[in-house]
Structures are given as C-alpha cells and as structure tokens.
C-alpha cells in the first residue's frame, strides 16, 4: 500500500505534468489562419431598392466588400438605349456607398467622349472611388476607344491613378484597346472577363504579354455568354492554371451580377451566379446552365473548376483587388 502522503505528492506531479504538457501544447498549436477577404469587383447596382437585397446576398456568401458600378439604362433593364441614364446609375451608387462605406465601394461612369474631366472631379468629391467605361462593348460603341474626343478623359483617369474597369470586346476592338493603353501606359485598368477573351485564352495571354500593367477579372455573368465561357475555360482548364500560376497578381475575382429584377426567382439566380463565379475558382466542380448538343434550352450541370491551391486562390479572390483599390478601402 502506497502511503498516504507518498500517493499526494505522485498525483501533483501527474497534475502538474498534465498542466505542463498542455502549455507546451499550446505553444506548438499554430493559431488558425485569418479568413481571407473577398472582394467582387464586379456588380451592377442598378435601383436604390436592391442594397438591402445585395448586402443580405454579400452576408450570405461571406463576401467583404463589393465594388458597385453605375450602369446606363440599357444594361439595368429600363431600355433606353446607349448609355442613356448613367448620370442616373452615378447617384445610385453614390448614395449606397455614402450609408454603407468601405462594404460598398463606388464605380461611377463616365461619356468618354462628351463628360467634361471636370464632371469626374465632381464625382470625385462625392465619393467616387473608380471609373467603369462601357464603351468598349459594341452597344456602346460610338467611336473607336483612342478617339481623339476621348484622349481628355483618358489623360485624366491616368493622371489621377484611378482604377478603371472596362468592358473591352477584344474581338472587335482590340487594336483601339492597344493603342489606348500604349497611349497611357499609367492607367490602372482591369480588363472585364478576362479582357473579352473567355473563349480564346490565347488572346488574353498576348494581351497580359504586352501590357504588364494591365489586370483582368474573371467574371461570367448568367445566362448563354457565361456558359459558353465556363464551358471553354472547362476545355482549356491546364492553359487557364498556367497563366493564373504565371501571374497570380493580375487576375481579380468578380460575379458581373446585375441587381434589377427583385423577386425570388431573380435573387436565387444571384446565388447562382456569385456560387458558380466563386466555384469556378475555388472549387472541384460547381454548377451552372449548360448548353448540350443534344438539348435545345440550357439546363443545370456541372463543370470542372480551377480549385486553386492557397497561393493563388487569396490574390485573385481578394489580394490583388485591395491593392488595385488602394485609398479606396477605409
């Protein structure tokens, strides 16, 4: 039989061995790591009434922070034509930025050819952080990009170090791009949907070869264009890795969601895009509409994703894009 004061000081030591092992525990457990902040560079905010919606959409899909951009007319569903309306889609989103700052991040838009660079100054003061320009896509396409009716605004946006994202439809355009961005060589640009160049990665690649300033988001936004862009990007799944690996700090993620039409059926295909933009880059699979050949209408499938390793999957979700922001996040 163990003596009495023999088993109290055997069960300290047990005690403070346990204590001891647990400390050492501690220490050598690393601490989990910070949740990565992701930004989408890319969202319509198209009606007053549609922030509360899109902050409950950013809430439900862990998304930071949200670049909003003024959109014309044609592109939020009330028709018109041209950019008819954008002065409209300024206000829009420069209010919902002035009660939600730093959740949302304001893009106003600008007539290359007939705003005054005394309008953006304006803008500016009120709280415009970027510039989105439509008239790189061809409903919106009056004159070329390198317009001389355009070089005053241009000069502007490079002289202020905004950034810029532009629609640029490189199979028409893309001559007018190259001169644009060898005109200004300071302009902080991303180039929408991979520069127009979903289909043809190719043509991307030469771009991001040429200009090494230029940064591309991956946006697709619903219905046939985006995929038919899933679908080519599924096929070209090794090009597309290999170009993200060789210049992880140029790619941006966003969504190209469009806020108008609030009902539930409009708020589900939101879900739908922002999991299918979000999947193509961190997930093995995710789902969107396909288009079979063996099918008239587009239905539900599932398509490969990128599933990007850890070093490339925190710049383009949200690393490159609070650089590219820079004074704009508070």
Known sequence: MVPHADRGARLRGVAWGAA????????SSPAPPARQEVIDIHVHL???DAVAPLLAHMTRHHIDRAVVLASPDLTSG???????GYRTGNEIVLDAAAAHPGKLIPFVTLDLGHDDPAYLVELRRRGACGVKLYQGHNLFH???LDDPSHQAVWQALAHQALPV???ANTVRYRSELEAVLRAFPDLRVVCAHLCGSRTDLARVESLMQAFPGLLVDTSHGSAGPAAEGFAHLERERAQLLRLFSRWPERFLFGTDLVTSGLNPTSTEMWDLQVESNIGLLKEAHFRFFRQTADQSARTLGTYQGLHLPPELLGPVLGQNAARWLGACLR
């Open 165 to 167: 994202l532009l629609h």
């Open 20 to 27: 001891f092992a647990a400390v050492l525990g501690c220490r």
């Open 46 to 48: 198209t009606q007053a």
């Open 142 to 144: 009056e004159r070329p």
């Open 78 to 84: 009330r028709g018109g034509s041209g950019l008819s």
